[in-house]
């Protein structure tokens, strides 16, 4: 199982608890993102610079993504693309996203997104947490005890 993050809006508390996974589970893990960001020394880890633009790392998850990877990110549609492709995607804060959930979350998606474009303020999230941080370690953790690497 391969890791990719989107790692433009990451939290650094994510993608530090990513970098030690790799490390202690020896996977690979890829960061995709419109500007350069600092990774460890690691042959596990590496950082992947795409062009500035609308989803120019989304797009590239996407298409270097295979089944069984694991996909950290919290755009919603990229999720979708994921899933259907027989790959796991997990939010920064920890949710799961599968067949079971992806639809309702993208019609959720969608539907807010209309709200916004019709001057509807919707909020936003709420801020990243140490609860998030922590369910997010837990769900990574059991997702990688699930998939031994082979």
Same mark, same amino acid.
């Given at each position: 199982?391969?890791?990719?993050?989107? $790692?433009?809006?990451?939290? *650094?508390?994510?993608? &530090? @608890?990513?970098?030690? %996974?790799?490390?202690?589970? !020896?996977?690979?893990?890829?960061?995709?993102?419109?500007?350069?960001?600092?990774?460890?020394?690691?042959?596990?880890?590496?950082?992947?610079?795409?062009?500035?633009?609308?989803?120019?790392?989304?797009?590239?998850?996407?298409?270097?993504? $295979?089944?069984?990877?694991? *996909?950290?990110?919290? &755009? @919603?549609?990229?999720? %979708?693309?994921?899933?259907? !492709?027989?790959?796991?995607?997990?939010?920064?804060?920890?949710?799961?996203?599968?067949?079971?959930?992806?639809?309702?979350?993208?019609?959720?998606?969608?539907?807010?997104?209309?709200?916004?474009?019709?001057?509807?303020?919707?909020?936003?999230?709420?801020?990243?947490?140490?609860?998030?941080?922590?369910?997010?370690?837990?769900?990574?953790?059991?997702?990688?005890?699930?998939?031994?690497?082979?």
């Amino acid at each position: 199982m391969h890791i990719w993050v989107d $790692a433009d809006a990451c939290p *650094v508390v994510v993608k &530090d @608890i990513l970098f030690r %996974a790799a490390e202690r589970t !020896k996977r690979h893990l890829t960061l995709v993102a419109n500007q350069y960001l600092r990774v460890p020394a690691s042959p596990l880890i590496r950082m992947i610079q795409v062009p500035g633009g609308f989803d120019e790392a989304d797009k590239y998850i996407a298409a270097h993504v $295979a089944t069984g990877d694991l *996909v950290i990110t919290a &755009d @919603i549609p990229l999720a %979708a693309e994921i899933v259907a !492709k027989g790959a796991h995607a997990l939010s920064p804060r920890g949710e799961l996203y599968g067949k079971e959930n992806i639809r309702e979350l993208l019609d959720m998606r969608n539907f807010m997104d209309t709200l916004r474009s019709t001057g509807v303020d919707t909020g936003g999230p709420a801020a990243f947490g140490a609860s998030d941080r922590q369910a997010f370690a837990n769900r990574l953790d059991n997702l990688l005890r699930q998939r031994p690497q082979h």
